[in-house]
């Protein structure tokens, strides 16, 4: 592991909180013991050095059987936000989805969630977003968007956001949903252009959202267009990437020939995640050693991301304010 990386204060802005389960979680909740053989199937496919995307999204139901009761979900967050901290991140923006359970409502999911982030002693700053499933139909969407709002009155220190994730491959976007989760002031992070949908791309962009997940198939290199990219270049939207996992669900043929290199090239806003680190078996670390091996970015590069990618958090300008002092004052510390 390149030290520097390692050290170097760290902003994760997507991070989904029940992909991002430990194996050490996993097994701690129990999961394997439940549902074993599919656990198996599952492994085998994790085996794999690439999977698609469509057999990604099956492990995230081993997480999910992990966390069916509060005490679980409790552990599970507790335990991400440490790893986050043991990987010297001083900023994490989790998300996850709402999920009703035999034993648990949905409304019970997210006062677990926020629980666990209010009990947070360690020297990190945690944010929620909440997100809504690209599988849901109104008018299922809409209740669940009624409570994501409903919370974020009860939270509004820690509930800053709301995402649409899911698989790309099934579901619409609801604009008009968004639209509303906005006008309630809750930050929209959309999951956009993860595989190619020219028209759901566009129609996002129209929507201004403060961030983009993935932003795959925008550059007309990329399976995007040229409509699309000089749309995208007007916007100007940070865009959260996430380079293991994008190769790994093979959305990106390889870490040198992601699309971030265009972001780089033309200096546009981009932010690195690690969007489910059990999953992809990644650390926010890693990201960054393979961003500098495969883009020939210098120490100083990647400081700046961080740095930059605390204007693009949804955290309280104060809370930017303490980020950049720590940056800078590291900076000042251990670099030239
Ligand atoms: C889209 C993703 C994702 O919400 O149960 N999720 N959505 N693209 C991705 N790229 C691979 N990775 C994760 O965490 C797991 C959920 O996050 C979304 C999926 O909906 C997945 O079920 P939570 O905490």
Redesign the pocket.
Known sequence: MNEFCKNLPKIELHA?????LSSQTLKKLGCFDESIEEYHRLNKVMERSSRT?DE??LL??V??NA?RTKEAVYTATKDVIEEFFNDNAIYLE????P?SEECMTMEEYVETVVKAIQDNKLNIIVKLLL?I???YQLPASDNVMNLIIKMKNKYPDIIKGV?L????NVGIFNSELFKKAKESGLSLSL?CG?VKNDKEVEEMLFLNPDRI??ATCIHPKYEGSEELWNLYCQKLIPAEC?LT??V??G?SKSYANHHILEWIKNDLPFTIST??KG??NTTLSTEYELLQRHFDLNDSDLWKINYNSIDYSFAESSEKDKLRDIMLEWKTKYMK
């Open positions: 989904h909180l029940n992909g991002s995307l990604c999204f995230f139901k997480a999910h966390t989790l998300r996850t989805t999920r997100s499933d690209r599988r995402d994730s899911g698989n790309p999951h993860e997940g993935h996430c996992s994008n790994v669900c959305t969007d489910d999953v992809f």
